[in-house]
């Protein structure tokens, strides 16, 4: 009996040598292709569909990147300058410090509301990015797979912002606190999601705000993340470099610390660290969460 060819795992999904060479052959036969339309094609043929349906279409395209980068295909040029990624440029669309800054506690803030973000609303998407970009100390970086956008404000005025994506393929002090195996992991990965953005604006200075939202945000998200993705999670999961946060409006908002991360960041392909170690915590959305997962 002929053996199955080898494969390769990328983001969570096997790419035999026959998926390589479909690809390759994909891309030579569609010349004037866009990245963006190679990538749905290349789902379409594969059937690479999320739990809802969806073609894994922006996780095929940072997949086919990936692959590009270490020379195993060989992509078209971009069409377009990278914009979005660039921090300098997002100036004009992020929001300007106000004259005068919120010091006011939690507890005194009238009208507190957390709105979605949607990517519908051009311009309030645009602000949330460029916010983001401007602000956080990790910038703006498109995200991968499903994700969802909240902005945070008191009346009309904006507080913070978050964001939250699909989680993170593999990191050893989570996958050791729920016990799962590698096949209940790629089966239940899809129950997390990683709270990948949180910014209090510079200017705001709320006593307790930072765990207020923290708690309020991880009570709504489940309901909000089943009715754009037909997925209901039970895990929230993020990274805090310690170098700059203690972590403390996480523990406050009842999130527990797991471990630290390795540096190896998410497309780790050396096996050595590159990135600054990281404190993992974890937020249970229900009382069942870690037989869940491992069921």
């Not at 998410?266 to 870690?290: F, I, M, T």
Request: aromatic share 8%.
């Amino acid at each position: 009996m002929m053996s199955k060819p080898p494969g390769r795992v990328w983001s969570g999904r096997c790419f035999s040598e026959n998926d390589m060479a479909f690809i390759r052959r994909l891309i030579a036969d569609n010349p004037t292709a866009t990245r963006a339309k190679l990538s749905r094609l290349v789902c379409e043929q594969l059937d690479w569909r999320g739990l809802d349906g969806r073609l894994r279409a922006m996780r095929c395209r940072v997949v086919m990147l990936r692959m590009h980068e270490e020379g195993l295909l060989q992509l078209p040029e971009t069409r377009r300058r990278l914009y979005a990624l660039q921090k300098d440029n997002w100036g004009c669309d992020a929001l300007v410090k106000p004259v005068v800054g919120i010091t006011a506690p939690v507890h005194e803030l009238e009208d507190l509301s957390i709105e979605i973000v949607r990517s519908t609303d051009k311009k309030l998407s645009k602000q949330w990015n460029a916010t983001i970009a401007t602000y956080h100390y990790l910038g703006y970086q498109r995200t991968v797979g499903h994700q969802l956008r909240y902005i945070v404000k008191t009346g009309k005025t904006e507080l913070a912002m978050l964001g939250f994506a699909s989680a993170a393929w593999k990191v050893a002090s989570r996958d050791r606190y729920i016990g799962w195996t590698a096949e209940t992991q790629q089966r239940n990965l899809n129950l997390i999601v990683n709270n990948t953005r949180f910014l209090i604006l510079p200017w705001v200075k709320s006593p307790n705000l930072a765990s207020w939202i923290l708690a309020h945000v991880g009570r709504r998200l489940p309901n909000d993340w089943h009715a754009e993705f037909g997925i209901r999670p039970v895990l929230l999961e993020t990274f805090v470099d310690a170098t700059r946060y203690t972590g403390h409006c996480y523990r406050t908002a009842n999130w527990t610390q797991v471990g630290i991360t390795e540096g190896r960041g998410r497309y780790d392909r050396s096996h050595r660290q590159v990135a600054p170690r990281k404190q993992v915590w974890l937020r249970q959305l229900s009382k069942n969460a870690l037989n869940c997962l491992g069921a």
